[in-house]
């Protein structure tokens, strides 16, 4: 089964709205990454939150991580019609090397 | 800079023959991995290689083998290709410690 699950499937807004997307994991992690993939092309990293952070920006890009709840957020805000794509959280394992493990992953529309 | 470069990026098999899958990197990665996407159920790892000379099975092997041919290079190879191996591969590699990966821009194989 997969470690994260992402939460919309799909998701679809309106130029200049903020896009929520959620992650969750099963198992204790020592870092967490979001990826996205526009069709047809190879994933893009995004931004990593490390198990003892609690929040991360990179731009419009805001990342939450919940240890507790084994949760993460990934926050766009002002979005544009750029930032159509797929978007993949990626866990690594504690013990794991840097090895990660995807989730299926949530298509964000973002329509004119 | 190319980043990671795989070949090819198209091919289409029959049940039975065999093909490497190429990949290289220009970024001096220590960690270099091979994932597959099938639709509805994000990337699951193939095989990785956490250092040049080391090769270490993922999470669905059954079919494929790897060979780290030096730092830059890592190949994937199907020895007799079934329908089921039909997906979009991606090698992707990392800097040593946790970090974000970089990934390649796929190949979609077929398997009739």
């Known amino acids: 089964s997969q470690q994260g699950e992402e939460d919309p499937q799909a998701l679809s807004i309106q130029e200049g709205e903020n896009a929520t997307m959620n992650c969750s994991y099963k198992t204790s992690i020592n870092n967490l990454q979001w990826y996205r993939q526009n069709s047809g092309r190879g994933l893009v990293h995004l931004i990593l939150i490390r198990s003892n952070e609690r929040e991360k920006h990179s731009g419009r890009l805001r990342v939450t991580l919940d240890t507790s709840k084994k949760s993460s957020s990934l926050l766009i805000t002002a979005s544009r019609a750029a930032d159509t794509a797929s978007y993949f959280c990626?866990?690594?394992?504690?013990?794991?090397?840097?090895?990660?493990?995807f989730g299926t992953g949530t298509q964000l529309k973002v329509e004119l | 800079n190319a980043g990671v470069t795989q070949t090819p990026k198209f091919q289409v098999l029959k049940t039975g023959q065999s093909m490497t899958l190429q990949c290289a990197q220009d970024m001096n990665h220590n960690s270099m991995y091979w994932y597959r996407q099938d639709p509805g159920m994000g990337l699951r790892l193939i095989y990785y290689s956490a250092s040049e000379g080391t090769t270490d099975k993922g999470e669905v092997p059954n079919g494929y083998n790897v060979s780290r041919l030096n730092k830059r290079e890592f190949s994937l190879r199907l020895e007799s290709a079934a329908p089921s191996q039909t997906s979009v591969y991606f090698c992707a590699s990392s800097e040593e410690g946790v970090s974000g990966y970089t990934f390649g821009s796929g190949t979609r194989l077929t398997v009739v």
């Open positions: 990626a866990t690594g394992l504690t013990g794991g090397g840097n090895k990660l493990t």
